[in-house]
């Protein structure tokens, strides 16, 4: 078990905080200002998030730090507790669904989660020292929707992976805002086909003149109409879900 008092010297065992714990708890002094990063998976997805330290709970050493995907249903809550001797790690920021080591002396093992503390990991294309990495493959019932996460005690959150294992390694801003541009020129030229797309419809169907006269005072059929403006959102969708094999069922 872990306690916590105070002590005049620096030496964390003398607070009774384990060495491991204390390496956590020093993250504040170089720890990262970002409040947004990023993680992407291998294929295209790239995901922003929030997140937010505090290593003073109370006026007592500790760390309560939280992270939220905007898209990914990433949503963590990582508290390292040495007044009362625990590390929780929680997941949807609720307390019906958290995992709690009650003797948080790394490594630690709690209902097939584990903890530990590594010295470096490769995520993307950097590197990462000091990690702690959560673990919760052996786990009969995982209340995330996560099998592991990364803790980087200078950086947060620097990778996850999912249930299915899936990896999303932290990324650079460049990463994002590259991928926001490349988003835009997809959906403008899904726009662009999808409108092309219509007017062939309506095109198709539209009946010609016989005596050459200026056809537009035609009518074209309502349903024709439809059919134009029902494939061109279906186009849309394809393209903005990453799906163009979903085009074929657009019924063009």
């Given at each position: ?41 291998s294929v295209k997805f790239i995901d922003m998030l929030t997140q937010s330290a505090d290593f003073d709970l109370s006026g007592h050493p ?33 307390y019906e669904k958290r995992v709690v080591f009650s003797e948080p002396k790394l490594p630690a093992e709690q209902d097939g989660f584990s903890l530990k503390m590594l010295d470096s990991v490769k ?130």
């Amino acid at each position: 078990m872990l306690f916590w008092a105070c002590s005049n010297g620096d030496d964390s065992s003398e607070r009774g905080i384990p060495h491991d714990l204390q390496v956590i708890l020093d993250g504040e002094k170089g720890f990262s200002p970002d409040t947004v990063i990023y993680l992407a998976d291998s294929v295209k997805f790239i995901d922003m998030l929030t997140q937010s330290a505090d290593f003073d709970l109370s006026g007592h050493p500790g760390l309560d730090y939280i992270v939220k995907g905007m898209t990914s249903g990433i949503d963590i809550q990582l508290q390292v507790l040495p007044g009362n001797d625990e590390i929780i790690v929680s997941c949807y920021q609720s307390y019906e669904k958290r995992v709690v080591f009650s003797e948080p002396k790394l490594p630690a093992e709690q209902d097939g989660f584990s903890l530990k503390m590594l010295d470096s990991v490769k995520a993307g294309d950097s590197v990462f020292y000091d990690v702690l990495k959560f673990d919760a493959t052996d786990a009969t019932n995982n209340p995330c929707n996560i099998s592991a996460f990364y803790y980087g005690i200078h950086d947060g959150l620097v990778k996850v992976v999912s249930k299915n294992e899936v990896e999303m390694n932290r990324v650079p801003a460049k990463a994002y805002e590259d991928a926001m541009d490349r988003r835009e020129k997809e959906r403008a030229l899904a726009d662009s086909i999808a409108q092309a797309v219509a007017d062939s419809i309506i095109q198709a169907n539209t009946p010609v003149e016989k005596d050459g006269s200026d056809d537009s005072s035609i009518e074209i059929p309502q349903e024709i109409l439809d059919l134009a403006d029902s494939v061109s959102n279906c186009i849309k969708k394809a393209y903005s879900s990453g799906s163009l094999s979903a085009i074929k069922n657009c019924k063009i």
